[in-house]
């Protein structure tokens, strides 16, 4: 019983001590204090140029100033640290008398409440003036006269230990490597001074030096102490300020701490934010501007002229190039709404590198947003305004379609003659490039069964599972895109709608690509059949590996809906498979697809099945139900072409509700 308990104070000593040193910092460097993890009370604040200002103009007032971590140390080890800080003492107006000054402060509290607001650079009182109990370090910068505390009368550097009488104190000055002596130094004059104060467990060094100068060789003052007597425990840095009757603007530009003097970081005084100097300083001799001659103003006046004529060109350009379309009733979308000039950054200006697909009616192109989030951006094209509002209003619906087997379409922009749709990023492309393109490795048909499922279960959602039907209209291989696991992704919506009961179908254009396009389309329109057809197509094309119409083959081969009717016909149906499928093929699987698609493609819409069913046939959940070559509507084949399906377009375009660019898309075939 012994034993374990002594294993419990163990384990548990050793999860404290890990703990600590997780909370231990080692050090820090703000060039500005913008994003500065620091402490602030009274007066003092961070001004939004990244000054951190501890006094101003308020009489009798004080502000402090910490690190908000403290740094912890074990009572036992040597006490050491670093800091270097640029700070500057500015009066309200040149030549007058300023405030009492500032200090670094060294403390087991950031708590300094009980200073008195009139002086002491509000780090004591006259309580604790003496004969303090709190253990406070603080080298003071002081820029009035200390009557009755120190024995330098006038402005001076000091080290002070528990209370306002400095142990040591010296004249501010800095030592010059170059003169090889002391160079003295106005604290109160508002320009910037560089302070060090290096403490190595012995010895506290003070240093001083003006801004363009490099740490001098000897430090201004050098005194001998244990400051482990005065800290047990933890210790604060900080800084600290006070006014009196006389204010003064008390300043630190950059600060940096470390631990170890090796691990001190330099500050960069080239992004230091400037501190405003007293009212009414004079530049000095050399950096006064010489008197302009009237030709010179002339001359300045022109070249005023020029660049506010250059500027106005730039922003007439910049104006243009990002220039959107954008009307009243566009308010209630704006959340999905892209900015043009974002997505013109993201994809490069749109750039060939960039271009990831071709269509009939736009391009691909693949973009980067903020936060390394990748989208794909579609350009469609358009001449027509009428239609746009519904067709805005159905794209921003259906970005809230959740499906995983759907792209998710993000949102939507307008400029000028052309649309741009944005959906998220398929990182593996469109699954006709692994099908109809040698430089991709041909999948499998495990793969392609797997994926025949994903866009059966996408498309069954559409029809049965959103709030309201939703009709594709462009099921094909090239808009089946494939995400990083290779899972099928029914993407481009560019052509889908919602199913309205009470639209008149004899004035509904014909869309598609031709292949996959119902009969039924040129005399009904669009439907969740037609949806079924074009499915019952990318079946075939999958499984066979070929797309559903080739005019280069023989008239025999050129449909592939007919020809796998004659080879079933002949007996042959298997010889219709992708010869690039290997041995592990299910032959059986692969014949109850083929037929499958065949019952899809039936010329009889209301004999094709359901995608609900579709889906139960393709998980073997449901046996597909008994038919033939002389079942009605099966190798009927009565292909949609080309001509009829312009004239119905051009005579009965949808304009009221398809913008002309979706129509468009029937008159250049296939393509994304």
């Not at 008994?626 to 009927?636: R, T, V, Y």
Request: overall charge neutral; proline content about 6%; hydrophobic content about 40%.
């Amino acid at each position: 019983m012994s034993c374990s308990r002594l294993h419990l104070v163990l384990i548990f000593s050793c999860v404290h001590l890990v703990s600590l040193s997780g909370q231990q910092e080692t050090g820090f460097v703000f060039n500005g204090f913008h994003q500065a993890d620091i402490y602030t009370d009274g007066l003092a604040r961070v001004l939004p140029d990244g000054l951190l200002q501890l006094t101003n103009d308020s009489a009798f007032q004080m502000g402090h100033a910490f690190f908000k971590l403290p740094f912890y140390f074990d009572p036992s080890d040597t006490i050491s640290f670093y800091t270097h800080f640029v700070c500057a003492l500015a009066p309200l107006q040149l030549g007058a008398s300023g405030g009492h000054g500032m200090a670094f402060v060294v403390s087991p509290s950031m708590d300094l409440s009980h200073a008195l607001q009139a002086q002491y650079l509000g780090v004591f009182s006259t309580s604790t003036n003496g004969t303090s109990p709190s253990q406070l370090i603080a080298i003071e910068l002081d820029t009035i006269e200390s009557l009755g505390i120190d024995e330098l009368e006038k402005p001076h550097v000091g080290i002070d230990v528990n209370n306002a009488t400095s142990i040591e104190s010296t004249l501010p000055s800095y030592f010059s490597n170059a003169l090889g002596k002391n160079v003295s130094i106005n604290l109160l004059s508002g320009l910037p001074i560089q302070v060090w104060v290096d403490y190595d467990g012995s010895s506290l060094n003070v240093t001083l030096a003006p801004v363009d100068r490099q740490k001098p060789d000897q430090p201004l003052m050098s005194r001998s102490i244990n400051l482990s007597d005065y800290f047990q425990h933890k210790m604060f840095v900080g800084f600290s300020a006070a006014t009196g009757q006389l204010t003064s603007n008390q300043y630190v530009l950059g600060w940096s701490f470390s631990r170890g003097k090796e691990l001190l970081q330099n500050l960069d005084l080239s992004k230091l934010p400037q501190a405003p100097l007293p009212r009414d300083v004079p530049l000095p001799r050399d950096e006064q501007p010489p008197l302009l001659s009237p030709p010179l103003i002339g001359l300045v006046i022109l070249s005023v002229i020029l660049v506010l004529l250059v500027l106005g060109v730039v922003y007439w350009y910049r104006r243009n190039k990002y220039a959107e379309v954008r009307e009243p009733w566009e308010k209630e979308y704006g959340p999905h709404r892209f900015s043009y000039k974002s997505l013109y950054k993201a994809t490069n200006g749109f750039g060939t590198d960039c271009c990831v697909g071709k269509g009939g009616f736009g391009n691909v192109y693949k973009g980067t947003l903020p936060l390394s989030r990748h989208i794909a951006v579609k350009r469609l094209s358009h001449n027509a305004e009428q239609g746009m509002k519904q067709f805005v209003a159905e794209v921003v619906t259906m970005g809230s379609l959740q499906h995983r087997n759907l792209v998710p379409l993000l949102g939507y922009c307008r400029r000028k003659g052309e649309l741009l749709l944005v959906s998220e990023y398929m990182p593996n492309g469109s699954l006709d490039q692994y099908l109809f393109h040698d430089q991709n490795q041909s999948p499998s048909w495990l793969q392609r069964i797997s994926i025949l499922k994903d866009i059966a279960s996408a498309l069954n959602y559409l029809h049965t599972g959103a709030t309201q039907v939703v009709l594709h209209r462009d099921i094909k291989s090239s808009n089946v895109m494939l995400d990083s696991d290779f899972s099928g992704r029914l993407g481009d919506f560019g052509m889908a709608r919602f199913q309205d009961p009470r639209a008149n179908l004899s004035a509904t254009a014909a869309v598609g690509t031709i292949g996959y396009m119902a009969p039924e389309l040129i005399t009904m329109g669009t439907s969740t059949k037609t949806d079924v057809y074009a499915f019952g197509a990318f079946l075939l094309e999958v499984t066979c590996g070929r797309r559903p119409v080739e005019p280069e083959l023989p008239v025999e081969k050129q449909y592939l809906v007919k020809w796998v009717c004659v080879c079933w016909k002949e007996a042959s149906l298997l010889g219709t498979i992708d010869p690039r499928l290997g041995r592990e093929t299910l032959f059986k699987e692969v014949e109850m697809v083929l037929k499958l698609g065949l019952l899809c493609t039936n010329a009889k819409p209301e004999a094709r099945p359901t995608m609900g069913q579709v889906v139960q046939y393709l998980n073997l959940d449901l046996t597909l139900p008994d038919f033939s070559l002389n079942s009605p509507g099966i190798g009927a084949f009565m292909p949609v072409s080309i001509e009829a399906s312009s004239s119905i377009s051009a005579s009965n375009s949808r304009s009221a509700s398809i913008p002309m660019f979706v129509t468009h898309t029937i008159l250049r075939g296939s393509g994304r």
